[in-house]
């Protein structure tokens, strides 16, 4: 089979024009589904082009939570394949409502779940193993950058087994939204956002379908092109997939 430069990966992200959604997407810039630039609110102290910065990778990636994180296919593998797991897999799932917080993690400000953990590291834990003989392995240069940024023997272990060594027993669920931030700028940030999330923490987010994201190509954005539904829907793509 013809091998392709796409990245595929399988998200959580908010239901197409929830709050959550129109919050997180303004907030990062970009709307994963179209691809289309977004305004991004003004927060004092902070210039555009510095909060822009702030929020690259995230807006790269597209508002969502990882579950089974970027890979690309084994040669052996093409997207129908990919399609038909994605489907099946979905239908095995149960529908879970969560709230989520602003949080750090890490030194970046994600949303974090205030309940359900055990149900949505289960779905993720599903991703990881019921997916990876889909996966091709990771190539050695990305396992020793990994390695470079410092892992546990766990951590270790999981990279050389799943490709990524926050997974399983070392997972936990967050939609990022913001780089790593300094001492500087986190309390500009977390200020901003507690703003423009005023009121989300009680409003329950509905996870009820799997969201499949694809990098075109190396260095491009991730664009969010199907969704399948725990309950056997599927998602028009509305576009070719590589």
């Known amino acids: 089979m013809a091998e392709t430069a796409a990245r595929y990966a ?77 489907a099946a897999l979905a239908t095995t799932l149960p529908p879970v409502r969560f709230r989520a917080g602003l949080a750090r993690l890490d030194g970046f400000v994600a949303w974090r779940p205030l309940e359900a953990h055990g149900v949505l590291s289960e779905i993720a834990a599903a991703c990881v193993t019921e997916l990876d003989c889909l996966r091709t392995p990771a190539p050695e240069e990305e396992v020793a950058r990994r390695r470079r940024n410092g892992l546990g023997a766990r951590q270790d272990e999981l990279l050389r087994r799943w490709g990524y060594p926050y997974v399983l027993d070392e997972f936990r669920f967050h939609l990022s939204l913001s780089e790593r931030l300094d001492d500087e700028d986190t309390p500009r940030v977390l200020e901003a956002l507690a703003r423009e999330c005023n009121g989300l923490e009680e409003e329950p987010l509905l996870f009820d379908a799997l969201a499949l994201f694809v990098q075109a190509e190396e260095g491009g954005d991730f664009r969010h092109v199907r969704s399948y539904g725990f309950d056997g829907s599927t998602g028009d793509p509305g576009e070719e997939i590589p």
Do not use: C, I, M, N
Request: glycine share 10%; charged share 20%; proline share 12%.
């Open 10 to 86: 399988v998200y959580f992200a908010p239901p197409a024009g929830s709050e959550h959604d129109r919050v997180g997407s303004r907030w990062l810039g970009r709307d994963a589904r179209s691809g289309a630039a977004l305004a991004q609110p003004a927060v004092p102290g902070l210039e555009p082009a510095r909060l822009a910065a702030l929020t690259a990778a995230p807006r790269r990636y597209g508002l969502h939570a990882t579950l089974k994180p970027p890979f690309r296919l084994h040669p052996e593998t093409d997207f129908g394949q990919l399609d038909a797991a994605l």
